[in-house]
């Protein structure tokens, strides 16, 4: 690796991945997307990320399980649940990342400001 911080997305809609993507290189990320669980768990053991952009909503393995998966793997990484459908589903996530993975886990609302987006990536950046 060349010393960046690797960020790995996971979200099922083309356009918001390539948002994700383009504001993370900008700031200074190494950035890999992938659009569903199975690219997403290969891309994970390939290289584990420092930060994980996850969407909650996706076909065969929802962001609950993805924690799950995540924290069976010893999961180190930060993780940024990014949806748009109610927060509860998100926050199930959250708890079960925290208790049982000791994750750091933090949850943006779709549609997310570019600003927000920012902010959020850049102090983690900067830890």
């Known amino acids: 690796m ?15 991945a390539k948002f994700v993507a383009k ?6 990320y190494e950035t890999v997307t992938t659009n569903a669980a199975e690219t997403f768990q290969a891309a994970y053991l390939a290289a584990p990320p420092d930060v994980i952009v ?24 930060r993780i940024i649940i990014i949806s748009g459908y109610n927060p ?17 886990i933090s949850q943006l609302q779709k549609p997310i400001r570019l600003s927000e987006l920012r902010a959020v990536l850049g102090e983690i950046l900067a830890d």
Do not use: H, Y
């Not at 504001?23 to 200074?28: I, N, T």
């Open 23 to 28: 504001v993370s290189s900008d700031l200074g």
């Open 88 to 104: 509860v589903f998100g926050n199930a996530a959250q708890s079960i990342g925290e208790i049982k993975g000791r994750l750091e």
């Open 54 to 77: 996850l969407d909650m909503v996706m076909p065969k393995m929802d962001g609950i399980e993805t924690v799950r998966w995540l924290v069976d793997k010893g999961c180190r990484a």
């Open 2 to 16: 060349n010393g960046r911080k690797r960020l790995l997305i996971v979200d099922d809609e083309p356009d918001f």
